[in-house]
């Protein structure tokens, strides 16, 4: 018996939250970039989701893209902690704020 | 086409040659040319002159030309197209101003040898260069064959006479007096060209020739036979208003009154240049361009009444301020603004080939006159005061006996030239004056009797400068060895007091009507040639028909002879010629004008003119120009400034938000999305 596609949207949600709750309230970088995968992946919860609900292999399709999509993301988003800790010598993302009025 | 048109653009052409060449000289090294750049002037200006009498041997011969040479903008309009062109109008008028320009340019470039080479003068190259731009636009002016490039050369030559008359710019007299020409004057045409718009708009075409111009279009809208846009008005309102407005231009460059002011203080200039601007140029050209757009004065009785008004007050009232002058060549300043009154009045009064005659000789005996001061000057070392002088009359005589000529014409006395011109412009004034019936005949009989008054006058005043200047015993030791002049000097003379003393001989007029002798040539040569279609709209004929038959007011000739008026007018003359030499030409002359007491010192002070014109300057005019400044700086740049400062300090308000902190974007980001998704719920209905 199929799980009802309400379940899949409200861990979807709860997983969103759960990211946006993280890049809220975190300082720290690599905090922050989990957090964007969570949020990340709460979408991909969706796509397959829906694709198993239609009967469309389209959004399992995209949600691969998302992942590869990620994983390039992440290595630049790596690649930005890095800079900071040379600059700033700590990840904490509150403390770079040079880039302001 | 005859040969003489097909070069005929070289008459404008040789002079503007001859001023590149000063100016490239000028510019390149003091001395490159002989004698400071004369040479080429003096070559340009015979050229022209040699061409222009040829063009006059031309139209004598019974053609006329008037061709675009060149269309430098076309405007396609709904009805119409606009053409803004050059182009050239060869007839009997602009052929005979060719000559006198020409003419008395050629011996003012011979005069400026023994006046500013001779003087040791410095800046030739710039002098002659000005002279040169001044021919070539005068020149250009006068053959311009539509009212655009009148205006443009009209300006062109504004601009020479202030670079002429500002020449000794080191001095403080000349770069103001070269300030206050350029500024009067430009006054006058910001009317004119206001006036030039409005023609334009109207009728669509500035031509002064042809079927197809604008005098002979407001002649068949007047006849209504042909309508254009008036604005609202009736078509005689309008013309006249357009009529005056051009007119401001003309009492500017004139030195009419109101705007008369600039030309005394331009004797700040060297005498040369104030022949030049007296006689041929400058001045002139006010009074040229209401012979050459007549035919739109001649139908409008108002516009009449003014100019014959202004003329005549202008003669009488600039005659009166000539009495008292110390400075020759303030004498004749104020003689020359008198003498233009004349032409205003004589072309005021429908007598258009009065007024062309009068400007023909003036030209020559006020040429003479100015070139005698300059010769004086020389002589006197650069002293002008006549009460200095004295007894130069056997130390000079070349300069004596020509003066003498020059004073005789512009006195009026038989048989010189300017007796036959004047006399012809009061007896024009007077035969229509009564002729004329309802207030225009009435105004021509005013301006005419303030006319004949002056007459009186300028006997008197010009014989007061021959008797100080030349009669009784040397006042100073300057003037009892006085130096010598050159031939370059006697030779303009000579010419000029030739012509000054023939050239009345051209028209005479009162002859024919008493004898029937046909000896009116001016006027033949005015009427035009026969058959040539062109000179349906321009010649003195159709001008004619203008005023009696086209002009509401029906200016008509009366019947009276012509001995009575000029007995009467002659008699005035030597009346005052001989009380001014009776109190003058003594060996002691005293000072007669101090028993007039305050009356002296009124007309010393020209009535107060500048004074006046100063006070309205600061009293009215800045205190206006203040409030027009206040509103402008609180006003208009008051909104503008609100504007900028109110960004300015929200924009440094609203940037604090940029925090440099990543988590405060997270946090705008996220509400700012919350916001939006509640907004479009709201809005859409599937939140609530």
């Given at each position: 018996?199929?799980?009802?596609v ?13 990211g946006v709750?993280?890049v809220?309230?975190?300082r ?6 989990m ?17 198993r ?5 389209t ?27 040379r ?15 | ?16 040659l ?16 002989p ?8 070559l ?14 031309t139209?004598?011969?019974g ?10 903008a076309v ?10 062109s ?7 008028l ?11 340019a ?30 070539a ?6 053959v ?35 300030k206050?020409?350029?500024?009067v004057?430009?006054?006058?045409d ?5 006036g ?29 036979e ?8 009736a ?16 009492i500017?460059k ?6 008369h002011t ?6 700040e ?35 009449l ?26 004498v004749?300043?104020?003689s ?10 004589a ?9 062309t ?10 040429a003479?006159l ?11 070392h ?7 002088m ?11 006996a020509t ?8 006195a ?17 004034a007077?035969?229509?004056?009564l ?14 009797a ?9 006997g008197?005043?010009t ?16 003037a ?6 050159g031939w370059?000097v ?50 003195a ?6 005023l ?5 007011a ?27 030499f ?11 004008t101090?028993?007039?007491?305050g009356?002296?010192?009124?007309l ?13 300057a600061t ?11 206040t ?8 909104v503008v400034n609100?504007?900028s400062?109110?960004s300015l ?27 939006l ?10 939140l609530?």
């Open positions: 018996m199929a799980v009802p309400q379940w899949y949207l409200l861990l979807s949600a709860a997983m969103f939250c759960i709750f993280g809220l309230t975190r720290n970088a690599l905090l922050f970039l957090s964007v995968e969570l949020m990340l992946n709460a979408a991909n919860i969706n796509l397959v989701a829906f694709a609900l239609w009967g469309n292999l959004g399992q399709v995209f949600s691969l893209f998302t992942m590869a999509l990620a994983a390039a993301e992440v290595a630049v988003g790596i690649g930005i902690i890095l800079v900071l800790y600059n700033f010598s700590d990840v904490d993302v509150t403390r770079a704020t040079t880039m302001r009025w | 086409m005859s040969a003489a048109f097909t070069y005929a653009p070289l008459i404008v052409a040789l002079p503007f001859s001023f590149l060449i000063a100016l490239a000289a000028g510019l390149a090294d003091r001395d490159v040319l004698k400071g750049g004369a040479i080429p002037g003096i340009a200006t015979l050229g022209s002159l040699a061409l222009s009498a040829w063009v006059a041997l139209v004598a011969g053609a006329v030309f008037d061709e675009t040479i060149y269309e430098w405007a396609a309009g709904v009805e119409s197209q606009l053409e803004l050059f182009g050239l109008l060869l007839d009997p602009s052929a005979m101003m060719l000559v006198i320009v020409c003419l008395v050629t011996l003012v470039h011979v005069f400026s040898l023994g006046y500013m080479n001779d003087e040791g003068e410095t800046g030739l190259p710039r002098y002659y260069a000005g002279l040169g731009l001044f021919t636009s005068m020149l250009g002016f006068v311009s064959d539509n009212l655009l490039q009148s205006f443009v050369f009209f300006e062109l030559v504004g601009l020479c006479s202030y670079l002429l008359i500002g020449f000794h710019f080191r001095e403080p007299g000349p770069p103001s007096a070269a206050k020409a350029f500024l004057t430009r006054f006058g910001y009317f004119f060209l206001v030039l718009v409005g023609i334009v708009a109207t009728f669509g075409t500035a031509q002064f020739g042809g079927a197809e111009s604008f005098p002979h279009v407001a002649e068949l809208v007047l006849a209504g042909a309508s254009v846009r008036t604005f609202g008005f078509p005689e309102t309008w013309f006249t208003i357009l009529g005056l407005l051009v007119l401001g231009g003309v500017g004139s030195a009419q009154f109101p705007l600039w030309l005394p203080d331009a004797m200039g060297p005498t040369p240049v104030s022949a030049l601007i007296h006689a041929a140029t400058m001045v002139a050209a006010g009074v040229f361009l209401v012979a050459r757009m007549y035919g739109f004065y001649a139908v409008s009785p108002t516009a009444a003014i100019v014959a008004l202004v003329g005549g007050f202008t003669a009488l009232f600039a005659a009166t301020m000539g009495l008292v002058k110390r400075e020759l060549k303030q004749l300043a104020y020359t603004i008198s003498q233009y009154g004349y032409m205003m009045l072309l005021g009064t429908g007598g258009y080939v009065a007024a005659f009068h400007l023909l000789t003036h030209a020559f005996f006020k003479l100015f070139l005698g001061a300059g010769s004086v000057i020389i002589a006197m650069h002293n002008e005061n006549m009460w200095d004295g007894g130069l009359r056997k130390r000079m005589p070349v300069t004596y003066f003498l000529v020059g004073s005789l014409a512009l009026g006395i038989v048989p010189f030239a300017g007796f036959w011109s004047k006399d012809e412009v009061l007896y024009e007077l035969i229509h004056g002729g004329t019936e309802g207030s225009l005949g009435t105004v021509f009989l005013a301006a005419y303030m006319g004949l008054l002056a007459v009186l006058f300028t008197f005043y014989f007061r400068m021959v008797a100080l200047t030349f009669h009784g015993e040397p006042r100073t030791d300057l009892a060895d006085p130096e010598s002049v370059n006697k030779g303009p003379l000579s010419v000029l007091g030739l012509l000054a003393a023939t050239t009345g001989f051209l028209n005479l007029a009162p002859v024919k009507k008493l004898t029937g002798a046909k000896v009116d040539f001016l006027h033949q040569w005015l009427e035009g040639p026969e058959g040539a279609a062109l000179m349906a709209t321009l010649s004929k159709h001008y004619k028909h203008l009696h038959d086209v002009n509401p029906q200016v008509t000739a009366s019947e009276l002879g012509p001995l009575l008026p000029a007995a009467l007018s002659l008699g005035l003359a030597i009346t005052g010629a001989l009380v001014a009776r109190l003058y030409a003594t060996p002691e002359p005293t000072e007669h101090a028993k007039l007491g009356l002296q010192d009124v010393y002070n020209n009535y107060y003119q500048d004074e006046y014109q100063v006070w309205l009293n009215v005019v800045q205190p206006l120009a203040g409030v027009a400044d509103v402008d700086q609180s006003l208009v740049d008051g609100g504007v400062s109110v300090s929200s924009g440094s308000r609203i940037r604090r938000i940029q925090t440099g902190v990543v988590s405060n974007y997270a946090a705008l980001v996220t509400l700012g999305l919350t916001a998704l509640v907004a479009f719920g709201l809005y859409e209905g599937w609530l």
